[in-house]
């Protein structure tokens, strides 16, 4: 069975400052995607940015990062220069890649960031 | 375009009434899903469609009926709900294969069951 944690159930940052949320992942699978997805007060889910269990690189997507450390079992995000429209609710999550059909996502508890001016 | 829609955005019922909720895609997915969410916790997943067929159905009550009419289109039927069905609800579209296969989702049903 697959297991996302997310520790921190809320987090405080000053705009323009970075901000680093935590994710750790349990999994027996060989083959995983790691997912970040981010959902303001309105309540959709925004999908941020992806990991895949081979590549070799963290992935990178403007100001959203994630670092990546395979035998930690960790993908954090990193949020640089953080905005006051970054306040929202992010949900780490996980998909068994070897599904073959569809594909169910292991979401983890969610950290609410909020962004102070 | 990278939209899920999703009609109503809101909706009271009473614990009698019939309502469906509405969810619609055009990128092209071929699964799409309906999640429950209480406040202030992870989504949960209901129902997956894979091809217009149900394949992943997560032991959800019979009060809650899907339906997928095309490949576009995904309904969710309620019938005879409880307060504590009372959540948001959010559809969710993806391609079916595939190694980067994200879920997009749409903005979601504000649910109160009077």
């Known amino acids: 069975a697959q297991k996302i944690t997310q520790t921190q159930p809320g987090m405080f940052v000053q705009e323009k400052e970075a901000v680093t949320l935590d994710c750790t992942y349990d999994t027996s699978d060989p083959s995983y995607g790691l997912f970040w997805y981010k959902q303001p007060s309105s309540g959709e889910m925004i999908f941020l940015i992806y990991q895949g269990s081979y590549d070799q690189q963290n992935a990178t997507e403007g100001r959203y990062s994630l670092n990546f450390q395979k035998a930690r079992k960790s993908a954090n995000l990193v949020i640089s220069a953080s905005q006051l429209g970054d306040s929202a609710m992010y949900f780490c999550a996980m998909r068994d890649l070897t599904e073959t059909s569809g594909s169910r996502l292991t979401f983890g508890e969610g950290t609410q960031l909020t962004v102070n001016p | 375009d990278t939209e899920v829609t999703q009609t109503p955005k809101h909706l009271v019922m009473g614990m009698t009434n019939k309502k469906s909720l509405k969810c619609e895609q055009h990128?092209?997915?071929?699964?799409m899903y309906w999640y429950k969410q209480k406040a202030k916790k992870p989504p949960e997943l209901m129902f997956v469609?894979?091809?217009?067929?149900?394949?992943i159905n997560e032991s959800v009550p019979s009060r809650f009926s899907p339906e997928c009419p095309n490949s576009s289109l995904l309904n969710l039927h309620l019938h005879a709900l409880q307060p504590e069905d009372s959540a948001l609800y959010l559809c969710?579209?993806?391609?079916?294969?595939?190694?980067?296969?994200?879920?997009?989702f749409g903005p979601g049903t504000r649910l109160l069951v009077l």
């Open positions: 469609y894979s091809y217009e067929k149900l394949s």
């Open positions: 990128m092209g997915h071929r699964a």
């Open positions: 969710a579209s993806s391609q079916d294969r595939g190694s980067r296969v994200a879920q997009y």
